[in-house]
Nanobody, 122 residues
Framework: QVQLVDSGGGLVQAGGSLRLSCAASGRTFSLYTMGWFRRAPGKEREFVAA????????SYADSVKERFTISRDNAKNTVYLQMNSLKPEDTAVYYC???????????????WGQGTQVTVSS
């Protein structure tokens, strides 16, 4: 069992930055690929980024490439999402999730955080 707690969301102006964090409980954090997803108002939840168990491989949605960076610190059981050059269309609830495999698909993720709201004003 893995419990995930998302944090770091808030209100920011377009062009600004935020860093999201996701703290995991348990001793098995390094056994899981970690991902970030988001759900914008009126839309389905979508993939944002994922990082492999070691942190050596990352994957991004096209809409956030070159602006967002996912990373993890296995010693701290934490995964991060650094978001730069934020746009109003990045406004969403952001969720971290844990999976046994590196995947863009929500069905592959077993555990989910509660979500943290990110609002980007124009």
């Amino acid at each position: 069992q893995v419990q995930l707690v998302d944090s770091g969301g808030g209100l920011v102006q377009a062009g600004g930055s935020l860093r999201l964090s996701c703290a995991a409980s348990g001793r098995t954090f390094s056994l899981y690929t970690m991902g970030w997803f988001r759900r914008a108002p009126g839309k389905e939840r979508e993939f944002v980024a994922a990082v492999s168990k070691s942190g050596g491989t990352t994957s991004y949605a096209d809409s956030v490439k070159e602006r967002f960076t996912i990373s993890r610190d296995n010693a701290k059981n934490t995964v991060y999402l650094q978001m730069n050059s934020l746009k109003p269309e990045d406004t969403a609830v952001y969720y971290c999730a844990a999976s046994r495999v590196l995947s863009h698909f929500q069905a592959a993720y077993e555990y989910w955080g509660q979500g943290t709201q990110v609002t980007v004003s124009s």
